[in-house]
């Protein structure tokens, strides 16, 4: 079992970069396939990018394409989502997840492990 903490968010203006990092203890980090999902207040929880076990595999939900960049370091536990040109809309709480399947996936359904989650807050 795999525990999660998240840090890295904050309040900023449009157009400011941020980056989140997520730090994994217990389990083998480099077994898990790792994701980052946002959740807005009134909505549901949504993909946001997902990464493979060694990290030469990404997903990225088309709304953040071109401006978040998702890696880990298997030998930090760790895994980080950088994001550039933040929006307004980019404004939600921000989890990171562990999934045990081989593939990439962007159902939260299909993670296992979640963290708590860190706000970000983007002012226009």
């Known amino acids: 079992q795999v525990q999660l903490v998240e840090s890295g968010g904050g309040l900023v203006q449009a157009g400011d970069s941020l980056r989140l990092s997520c730090a994994a203890s217990?389990?083998?980090?480099?077994?898990?396939?790792m994701g980052w999902f946002r959740q807005a207040p009134g909505k549901d929880r949504e993909f946001v990018a997902a990464?493979?076990?060694?990290?030469?595999?990404?997903s990225y939900a088309d709304s953040v394409k071109g401006r978040f960049t998702i890696s880990r370091d298997n030998a930090k536990k760790t895994v980080s989502l950088q994001m550039n040109t933040l929006k307004p809309e980019d404004t939600a709480v921000y989890y990171c997840?562990?999934?045990?399947?081989?593939?990439?996936?962007?159902?939260?359904?299909?993670?296992?492990?979640w963290g708590r989650g860190t706000q970000v807050t983007v002012s226009s």
């Open positions: 990464i493979s076990r060694r990290g030469g595999g990404t």
């Open positions: 217990g389990g083998t980090f480099s077994t898990y396939g």
């Open positions: 997840a562990a999934t045990v399947r081989s593939v990439i996936v962007v159902d939260t359904a299909l993670y296992n492990y």
